[in-house]
């Protein structure tokens, strides 16, 4: 069975980090672009984040562009999204999810280009 699980979501601080974690099972995650996207309530879901590994490339959206970093780890088979100086904006469900393809720029940030889903990790910034 192909799945994704997310890990590592809370409440933090505005300023403040955290760490997402997404394992697979029956699957690698050195093929297809991994991708993590949020949606906050009321709002629809956005990429964050992307990453081909056969491609090379990894992107994010703007409003995260410095301060969270895509990171991937072949020996553990996980990927992970290492957020900083977080801010209240940031507040969402964070979703890590696979596609069916390398994907590059312009691609790799559509959800409807993604076909395995995790089950989300709540993300909270507040004071």
């Known amino acids: 069975q192909l799945q994704v699980v997310e890990s590592g979501g809370g409440l933090v601080q505005p300023g403040g980090s955290l760490r997402l974690s997404c394992v697979a099972s029956g699957f690698t995650l050195d093929t297809n672009a991994i991708g993590w996207f949020r949606q906050a309530p009321g709002k629809a879901r956005e990429g964050v984040s992307c990453?081909?590994?056969?491609?090379?490339?990894?992107y994010y959206a703007d409003s995260v562009k410095g301060r969270f970093t895509f990171a991937r780890d072949a020996v553990t088979n996980a990927v992970y999204l290492q957020m900083n100086s977080l801010k209240p904006e940031d507040t969402a469900v964070y979703y890590c999810?696979?596609?069916?393809?390398?994907?590059?720029?312009?691609?790799?940030?559509?959800?409807?280009?993604?076909?395995?889903w995790g089950q989300g990790a709540q993300v909270t910034v507040s004071s």
């Open positions: 999810a696979v596609a069916a393809a390398p994907l590059r720029f312009g691609a790799c940030l559509l959800s409807d280009r993604y076909v395995t």
């Open positions: 990453s081909s590994a056969r491609l090379g490339g990894t």
